[in-house]
């Protein structure tokens, strides 16, 4: 069984990621390019490997992701949501764990449309009485 993978679509925001999880070493890629490179930021880094550590499988996969729309903390929210599906594919046992987490629900917050006659969403425009 070399094939081995597990696929899964994580989705945060406006962001869609496409997780492949491969026997490995524990290295990460993000849209061909390496993770580092990817997120400069620490603390999307540990968003990403949150699912693997609570698991403990850091060490035992190797993560290629494919992500696109959104902002830098949409697409990672993405890729966590999608590794933590493929997770429950490799194993099931490890659902309980990842649900207790949060990591499965998919975050349904997304942003407030614009209306009409105002400046944002919830916004109006500044009233003058004079």
Same mark, same amino acid.
């Given at each position: 069984? #070399?094939?081995?993978? +597990?696929? &899964?679509?994580? *989705? /945060? %925001?406006?962001? =869609?990621? *496409?997780?492949?999880?491969?026997?490995?070493?524990?290295? !990460?890629? =993000?849209?061909?390019?390496? $993770? @580092?490179? +990817? +997120?400069?930021?620490?603390?999307?880094?540990? !968003?990403? *490997?949150?699912?693997?550590?609570?698991?403990? #499988?850091?060490?035992? +996969?190797?993560?290629?992701?494919?992500?696109?729309?959104?902002?830098?903390?949409?697409?990672?929210? &993405?890729?966590?949501?999608?590794? &933590?599906?493929?997770?429950?594919? $490799?194993?099931? @046992?490890?659902?309980?764990?990842?649900?207790?987490?949060?990591?499965?629900? /998919?975050?349904?917050?997304? %942003?407030? /449309?614009?209306?009409?006659?105002?400046?944002?969403?919830? &916004?109006? $425009?500044?009233?003058? %009485?004079?």
């Amino acid at each position: 069984m #070399t094939n081995l993978q +597990f696929q &899964a679509v994580g *989705r /945060r %925001k406006e962001s =869609v990621a *496409r997780v492949y999880l491969r026997p490995g070493k524990g290295t !990460v890629r =993000v849209n061909d390019r390496t $993770f @580092e490179d +990817f +997120f400069p930021n620490d603390v999307l880094k540990m !968003v990403i *490997r949150q699912p693997l550590q609570l698991t403990e #499988t850091v060490d035992k +996969f190797d993560v290629v992701a494919l992500v696109e729309g959104g902002g830098s903390a949409g697409q990672a929210g &993405a890729i966590r949501h999608g590794i &933590a599906r493929a997770l429950c594919l $490799f194993n099931g @046992e490890l659902r309980g764990a990842l649900k207790k987490a949060g990591l499965l629900t /998919r975050d349904s917050r997304m %942003k407030e /449309r614009k209306k009409y006659g105002q400046r944002g969403a919830r &916004a109006r $425009f500044q009233f003058s %009485k004079r």
